[in-house]
Nanobody, 125 residues
Framework: EVQLQASGGGLVQTGGSLRLSCVVSGLTFDDIAIAWFRQVPGEERKAVSCLSIYDGSTYFADTVKGRFTISSDNAMKTVYLQMDSLKPEDTANYFC??????????????????WGRGTQVTVSS
């Protein structure tokens, strides 16, 4: 059974930092891409950052470039999203997802076939 366990969300002030973690089980970690998406009520889910474990390529949304970093611990099958200099507009429910088919751009929502439950990030002004 494939499981994605996301954690690390919380309440932080503007300018603060959080680190999200996503632990993957039930998949061959080296063959996948993993992404963090975020969603606010009434809006579509959008890609924040993506990491291809198999070739190392990454994607960052323009809104988070220079502030967010994505990394992995392959032995632990865990992907991290380090979020620094947080802004109120980063407030959202954050989801991790895996792409096992590898046939679409990393930022493409439809590429992802397994999803974890969200973890809420709230940035106060």
């Amino acid at each position: 059974e494939v499981q994605l366990q996301a954690s690390g969300g919380g309440l932080v002030q503007t300018g603060g930092s959080l680190r999200l973690s996503c632990v993957v089980s039930g998949l061959t970690f080296d063959d996948i891409a993993i992404a963090w998406f975020r969603q606010v009520p009434g809006e579509e889910r959008k890609a924040v950052s993506c990491l291809s474990i198999y070739d190392g390529s990454t994607y960052f949304a323009d809104t988070v470039k220079g502030r967010f970093t994505i990394s992995s611990d392959n032995a632990m099958k865990t992907v991290y999203l380090q979020m620094d200099s947080l802004k109120p507009e980063d407030t959202a429910n954050y989801f991790c997802a895996t792409d096992t088919k590898r046939d679409r751009p990393l930022y493409n929502l439809s590429a992802y076939d397994y999803w974890g439950r969200g973890t809420q990030v709230t940035v106060s002004s």
